[in-house]
Nanobody
Framework: VQLQASGGGLVQAGESLRLSCAASGGTFSNYGMGWFRRAPGNERHVVATISSSGSGTYYIDSVKGRFTISRDNAKNTVYLQMNSLKPEDTAVYYC????????WGQGTQVTVSS
């Protein structure tokens, strides 16, 4: 499975971004999907996950109520809608597929200025 993440950019605090991750080369609907991030000087960690059917989601506490993960199995794409962005959300964001996380995208930079 190949994953291509996109949608990052530079925004001001309080603004929104939507990340997309397009999958190819496998049966997308078989895989749980996740978004991870790595902030400067920190390790990569999970931000949100979604089950293969889309019926189950998980968020870390710091993004609950601001971020929404969703998927469109017909388009082989998973999304991360990020609202009310904060400077501490600045990181490289990665999408991953499969549990355990076997497949990874290349990352997209999100920078939030104060």
């Amino acid at each position: 499975v190949q994953l291509q993440a996109s949608g990052g950019g530079l925004v001001q605090a309080g603004e929104s971004l939507r990340l997309s991750c397009a999958a190819s080369g496998g049966t997308f609907s078989n895989y749980g999907m996740g978004w991870f991030r790595r902030a400067p000087g920190n390790e990569r960690h999970v931000v949100a996950t979604i089950s293969s059917s889309g019926s189950g989601t998980y968020y870390i506490d710091s993004v609950k109520g601001r971020f929404t993960i969703s998927r469109d199995n017909a388009k082989n794409t998973v999304y991360l809608q990020m609202n009310s962005l904060k400077p501490e959300d600045t990181a490289v964001y990665y999408c991953a597929a499969g549990t355990p996380w076997r497949f990874w995208g290349q990352g997209t930079q999100v920078t939030v200025s104060s």
